[in-house]
Protein backbone atom coordinates (compact mmCIF):
# COMPACT_ATOMS: atom_id res chain seq x y z
CA UNK A 1 0.00 0.00 0.00
CA UNK A 2 1.21 3.42 -0.33
CA UNK A 3 1.33 5.68 2.52
CA UNK A 4 0.59 9.58 1.93
CA UNK A 5 2.41 11.77 4.93
CA UNK A 6 1.15 15.22 4.98
CA UNK A 7 3.06 17.98 7.00
CA UNK A 8 2.23 20.09 8.77
CA UNK A 9 -1.29 18.87 10.45
CA UNK A 10 -2.28 21.96 11.53
CA UNK A 11 -0.94 25.74 10.29
CA UNK A 12 -1.67 28.90 11.45
CA UNK A 13 -2.05 31.83 9.12
CA UNK A 14 -3.53 35.67 8.40
CA UNK A 15 -5.17 36.39 5.17
CA UNK A 16 -3.03 37.68 2.86
CA UNK A 17 -0.02 35.01 3.97
CA UNK A 18 1.71 32.52 1.55
CA UNK A 19 0.75 28.94 2.73
CA UNK A 20 2.69 25.94 1.80
CA UNK A 21 1.03 22.13 2.76
CA UNK A 22 3.73 19.33 1.82
CA UNK A 23 2.45 15.62 0.27
CA UNK A 24 5.08 13.14 0.81
CA UNK A 25 4.04 9.28 -0.64
CA UNK A 26 5.95 6.30 0.82
CA UNK A 27 6.71 5.12 -3.04
CA UNK A 28 7.16 7.12 -6.46
CA UNK A 29 3.76 7.99 -7.87
CA UNK A 30 4.93 9.58 -10.67
CA UNK A 31 2.22 12.77 -10.61
CA UNK A 32 -0.89 10.81 -10.03
CA UNK A 33 -1.57 13.69 -7.32
CA UNK A 34 -4.71 15.38 -6.30
CA UNK A 35 -5.39 17.92 -3.67
CA UNK A 36 -8.88 18.28 -1.59
CA UNK A 37 -10.10 21.00 0.59
CA UNK A 38 -13.09 19.97 2.80
CA UNK A 39 -14.86 22.55 5.01
CA UNK A 40 -16.87 21.50 8.43
CA UNK A 41 -19.92 19.17 7.77
CA UNK A 42 -18.96 19.14 4.01
CA UNK A 43 -17.58 17.52 1.39
CA UNK A 44 -14.30 17.39 -0.33
CA UNK A 45 -13.59 19.68 -2.89
CA UNK A 46 -11.21 19.02 -6.15
CA UNK A 47 -8.51 21.77 -6.23
CA UNK A 48 -6.18 20.44 -7.57
CA UNK A 49 -5.46 17.13 -9.94
CA UNK A 50 -2.13 15.11 -11.62
CA UNK A 51 -0.08 17.35 -9.60
CA UNK A 52 -0.54 20.74 -11.03
CA UNK A 53 -3.52 20.97 -13.21
CA UNK A 54 -6.24 23.37 -11.59
CA UNK A 55 -9.69 21.84 -11.38
CA UNK A 56 -12.14 24.24 -13.49
CA UNK A 57 -13.34 27.32 -11.40
CA UNK A 58 -10.56 26.99 -8.75
CA UNK A 59 -8.73 30.25 -8.38
CA UNK A 60 -5.18 30.78 -9.64
CA UNK A 61 -4.36 31.38 -5.73
CA UNK A 62 -3.96 27.47 -5.69
CA UNK A 63 -1.35 25.82 -6.91
CA UNK A 64 0.33 22.64 -6.98
CA UNK A 65 3.54 20.93 -8.06
CA UNK A 66 5.92 18.26 -7.34
CA UNK A 67 6.84 14.59 -9.08
CA UNK A 68 7.64 11.40 -7.83
CA UNK A 69 7.56 11.36 -3.72
CA UNK A 70 7.32 15.20 -3.14
CA UNK A 71 4.49 17.21 -3.59
CA UNK A 72 3.28 20.62 -2.25
CA UNK A 73 0.14 22.95 -2.29
CA UNK A 74 0.97 26.33 -2.16
CA UNK A 75 -1.94 29.34 -1.48
CA UNK A 76 -0.05 32.53 -2.62
CA UNK A 77 -2.37 34.92 -0.84
CA UNK A 78 -4.85 33.19 2.09
CA UNK A 79 -8.26 34.63 1.42
CA UNK A 80 -10.94 34.07 4.17
CA UNK A 81 -12.54 31.49 2.64
CA UNK A 82 -9.25 29.71 2.12
CA UNK A 83 -9.24 28.39 6.11
CA UNK A 84 -10.21 24.60 5.63
CA UNK A 85 -8.48 21.55 6.03
CA UNK A 86 -6.42 19.87 2.85
CA UNK A 87 -6.10 16.60 1.88
CA UNK A 88 -3.51 15.18 -0.73
CA UNK A 89 -4.62 11.89 -2.49
CA UNK A 90 -2.61 9.50 -4.61
CA UNK A 91 -4.57 7.54 -7.79
CA UNK A 92 -1.03 6.14 -8.91
CA UNK A 93 -2.63 2.80 -7.32
CA UNK A 94 -6.15 2.65 -6.13
CA UNK A 95 -6.45 5.63 -4.01
CA UNK A 96 -5.04 6.93 -0.82
CA UNK A 97 -5.31 10.24 1.16
CA UNK A 98 -3.41 11.90 3.49
CA UNK A 99 -4.06 12.39 7.05
CA UNK A 100 -5.00 16.14 6.26
CA UNK A 101 -3.68 19.53 7.22
CA UNK A 102 -6.00 21.81 8.83
CA UNK A 103 -5.22 25.86 7.78
CA UNK A 104 -6.88 28.13 10.55
CA UNK A 105 -6.60 31.60 11.47
CA UNK A 106 -3.58 32.72 13.45
CA UNK B 1 -25.56 19.39 -13.76
CA UNK B 2 -23.58 16.26 -11.65
CA UNK B 3 -25.19 15.52 -8.68
CA UNK B 4 -24.79 12.26 -6.18
CA UNK B 5 -26.98 11.46 -3.04
CA UNK B 6 -26.25 8.50 -0.47
CA UNK B 7 -28.83 7.01 1.04
CA UNK B 8 -29.29 4.04 3.68
CA UNK B 9 -29.60 3.50 7.31
CA UNK B 10 -28.36 5.99 9.93
CA UNK B 11 -27.78 3.65 12.88
CA UNK B 12 -26.71 0.34 12.61
CA UNK B 13 -25.89 -2.62 15.15
CA UNK B 14 -22.67 -4.64 15.40
CA UNK B 15 -22.46 -8.00 12.99
CA UNK B 16 -24.89 -6.49 10.91
CA UNK B 17 -24.50 -5.60 6.99
CA UNK B 18 -24.94 -1.87 5.78
CA UNK B 19 -25.95 -1.28 2.75
CA UNK B 20 -25.69 2.27 1.02
CA UNK B 21 -26.96 3.23 -2.21
CA UNK B 22 -25.73 6.28 -4.35
CA UNK B 23 -28.14 7.44 -6.53
CA UNK B 24 -26.45 10.28 -9.41
CA UNK B 25 -27.80 12.09 -11.92
CA UNK B 26 -25.77 14.62 -14.80
CA UNK B 27 -23.65 10.99 -15.97
CA UNK B 28 -24.11 7.90 -16.96
CA UNK B 29 -21.71 5.07 -15.93
CA UNK B 30 -22.11 3.80 -19.12
CA UNK B 31 -19.39 6.35 -20.13
CA UNK B 32 -15.65 5.01 -20.94
CA UNK B 33 -13.49 6.53 -18.34
CA UNK B 34 -16.18 7.15 -15.62
CA UNK B 35 -16.52 5.46 -12.08
CA UNK B 36 -18.30 6.09 -8.43
CA UNK B 37 -16.86 5.41 -5.38
CA UNK B 38 -17.01 5.20 -1.97
CA UNK B 39 -14.99 7.40 0.28
CA UNK B 40 -15.52 6.68 4.56
CA UNK B 41 -14.33 9.57 6.56
CA UNK B 42 -14.81 8.57 10.75
CA UNK B 43 -15.54 11.72 13.22
CA UNK B 44 -12.67 13.95 13.41
CA UNK B 45 -10.16 11.70 11.30
CA UNK B 46 -9.15 11.47 7.78
CA UNK B 47 -11.03 10.34 4.49
CA UNK B 48 -10.36 6.74 3.18
CA UNK B 49 -11.56 5.41 0.21
CA UNK B 50 -13.58 2.16 0.55
CA UNK B 51 -14.53 0.92 -3.41
CA UNK B 52 -14.75 1.69 -6.70
CA UNK B 53 -17.18 0.49 -9.85
CA UNK B 54 -16.28 1.63 -13.41
CA UNK B 55 -18.22 1.82 -16.30
CA UNK B 56 -17.11 -1.68 -17.49
CA UNK B 57 -18.06 -3.07 -14.39
CA UNK B 58 -14.77 -3.32 -13.61
CA UNK B 59 -14.38 -3.54 -8.95
CA UNK B 60 -11.50 -2.56 -7.06
CA UNK B 61 -11.69 -2.84 -3.47
CA UNK B 62 -9.82 -1.28 -0.34
CA UNK B 63 -7.06 -4.30 0.58
CA UNK B 64 -8.03 -3.78 4.22
CA UNK B 65 -11.12 -4.00 4.03
CA UNK B 66 -11.64 -5.94 0.30
CA UNK B 67 -13.67 -9.17 2.27
CA UNK B 68 -16.16 -7.29 3.97
CA UNK B 69 -16.87 -4.98 0.80
CA UNK B 70 -19.30 -5.46 -2.47
CA UNK B 71 -19.71 -2.90 -5.02
CA UNK B 72 -22.49 -3.16 -7.45
CA UNK B 73 -23.93 -1.11 -10.05
CA UNK B 74 -27.34 -0.55 -11.61
CA UNK B 75 -26.45 1.98 -14.52
CA UNK B 76 -30.33 1.72 -15.88
CA UNK B 77 -31.42 3.55 -12.71
CA UNK B 78 -27.75 5.69 -12.17
CA UNK B 79 -27.20 3.89 -8.82
CA UNK B 80 -24.45 2.03 -7.13
CA UNK B 81 -24.79 -0.06 -4.04
CA UNK B 82 -22.08 -0.72 -1.15
CA UNK B 83 -22.54 -3.73 1.42
CA UNK B 84 -20.39 -3.63 4.52
CA UNK B 85 -20.72 -7.18 5.90
CA UNK B 86 -19.95 -7.56 10.00
CA UNK B 87 -20.31 -3.77 11.08
CA UNK B 88 -18.27 -2.83 13.80
CA UNK B 89 -17.96 0.86 16.08
CA UNK B 90 -14.89 1.78 13.93
CA UNK B 91 -16.96 1.44 10.88
CA UNK B 92 -18.92 4.54 12.32
CA UNK B 93 -18.27 7.43 9.54
CA UNK B 94 -19.81 9.39 7.56
CA UNK B 95 -19.56 8.00 3.53
CA UNK B 96 -19.40 9.52 0.37
CA UNK B 97 -20.41 8.28 -3.00
CA UNK B 98 -18.12 9.88 -5.76
CA UNK B 99 -17.51 9.96 -9.22
CA UNK B 100 -14.21 9.18 -10.66
CA UNK B 101 -13.92 11.25 -14.15
CA UNK B 102 -11.97 10.60 -16.44
CA UNK B 103 -8.96 12.22 -15.11
CA UNK B 104 -8.99 9.45 -12.74
CA UNK B 105 -9.89 11.75 -9.42
CA UNK B 106 -13.01 11.71 -7.76
CA UNK B 107 -14.16 15.37 -9.13
CA UNK B 108 -17.83 15.43 -8.08
CA UNK B 109 -18.85 14.13 -4.21
CA UNK B 110 -22.67 13.66 -2.53
CA UNK B 111 -22.99 15.50 0.60
CA UNK B 112 -22.13 11.99 2.60
CA UNK B 113 -24.18 10.41 5.18
CA UNK B 114 -23.61 9.32 8.58
CA UNK B 115 -23.35 5.46 9.66
CA UNK B 116 -23.08 5.46 13.54
CA UNK B 117 -22.49 1.47 14.55
CA UNK B 118 -23.42 0.92 18.23
CA UNK B 119 -25.19 -1.93 20.38
Known amino acids: DIQMTQSPSTLSASVGDRVTITCRAS??????LAWYQQKPGKAPKLLIYKASSLESGVPSRFSGSGSGTEFTLTISSLQPDDFATYYCQQYNSYWTFGQGTKVEIK | QITLQESGPTLGKPTQTLTLTCSFS??????????VGWIRQPPGKALEWLAL???????RYSPSLKSRLTITKDSSKNQVVLRMTNMGPMDTATYYCARRGPDIVFDYWGQGTLVTVSS
Open chain 1, 27 to 32: QSISNW
Open chain 2, 26 to 35: GFSLNTSGVG
Open chain 2, 53 to 59: IDWDDDK
